[in-house]
């Protein structure tokens, strides 16, 4: 019972925010995160290394000794572990600390912990910037609801430039060394179509000239397309929104979201709080 009431405490610290202790837990460890990253980053200069390499070496195994400690004790205070463990924020924490380890066998992977940076995304539910998670979770759901339209045009998109290119290495290949072959000319047309333009590769003849400005603008047509697709989900799907209210994270399956006065879990069923 009295390791129970630990666990839950613990939790309480661990994943609440609307806690005064949860909240400085919390802010804490964002200030680790951002201090780890801008050693990675200092660390990869070469001037800054060699004066203060061994500096670095023990500041980014301080950081990850308790990165690793934090998401061990996330695990412990969790009914469900692994559904942490698979969850968005479980997923990225481990991320964070799995290439310190790894440098003893790859070389070079310590540089990839500046992923830790997307660990800074719980800033939204520390200061209880509730607008932007509802905000962030409807630009989800029209992405996920638009996922097939955006399928079927990133898939004409494909089969656009595959023609444009061939039909430009028929034109410029002849005559122009950039456009040595068909893939080097697909290259091109997705640059073109774009509106990237790189200029490394240039059409030379009258005809490659005005195919490639009638790729440049319908490249601008191209680029609505998206947008207006997304858009048009958001719309549908805003009146509907739910919004996220408070930092009550579910002991069982590692979910946020729920509503102030709800005593169980909305996704697995779980109480919230066995005082309530």
């Not at 200092?42 to 290394?49: A, F, Q, V």
């Not at 540089?111 to 939204?124: A, E, G, P, T």
């Not at 061939?166 to 997705?190: D, H």
Request: contains cysteine.
């Amino acid at each position: 019972m009295a390791n129970r009431r630990i666990r839950d405490r613990v939790h309480e610290i661990v994943f609440e925010a609307d806690t005064p202790t949860g909240k400085w837990f919390d802010i804490g460890l964002l200030v680790l995160i951002v201090l780890s990253v801008v050693v990675v980053m200092i660390e990869s200069s070469d001037d800054w290394y060699s004066h203060y390499g061994r500096i670095f070496i023990v500041l980014e195994w301080m950081f990850t000794i308790i990165f690793t400690f934090e998401y061990i004790l996330r695990l412990w205070v969790t009914i469900r572990p692994w559904k942490y463990a698979l969850s968005f924020y479980g997923i990225i924490d481990l991320i964070a600390i799995l290439p310190s380890y790894l440098s003893f066998f790859l070389v070079g992977t310590q540089y990839f912990v500046i992923i830790r940076i997307f660990r800074l995304l719980r800033v939204f539910r520390i200061f209880k910037l509730g607008k932007f998670l509802t905000e962030g979770d409807q630009l989800r759901s029209a992405l996920i609801a638009s996922r097939n339209k955006i399928m079927v045009f990133l898939f004409t998109v494909t089969l656009l430039v595959v023609i444009i290119g061939s039909v430009m290495y028929l034109v410029e290949g002849g005559t122009n060394a950039g456009f040595s072959s068909i893939p080097r000319s697909v290259y091109w047309a997705i640059v073109t179509l774009t509106t990237v333009g790189y200029g490394d590769i240039t059409p030379q003849t009258s005809v490659g000239q005005f195919l490639s400005a009638a790729v440049m603008i319908m490249g601008y047509a191209i680029i609505a397309v998206p947008t207006g697709i997304v858009t048009n989900e958001m719309i549908a799907g805003a009146s509907g929104r739910s919004r996220f209210t408070n930092t009550q994270v579910c002991r069982y399956c590692a979910r946020e979201g729920h509503a102030d006065d709800a005593i169980y879990c909305k996704y697995c069923g779980g109480r919230l709080n066995e005082h309530k």
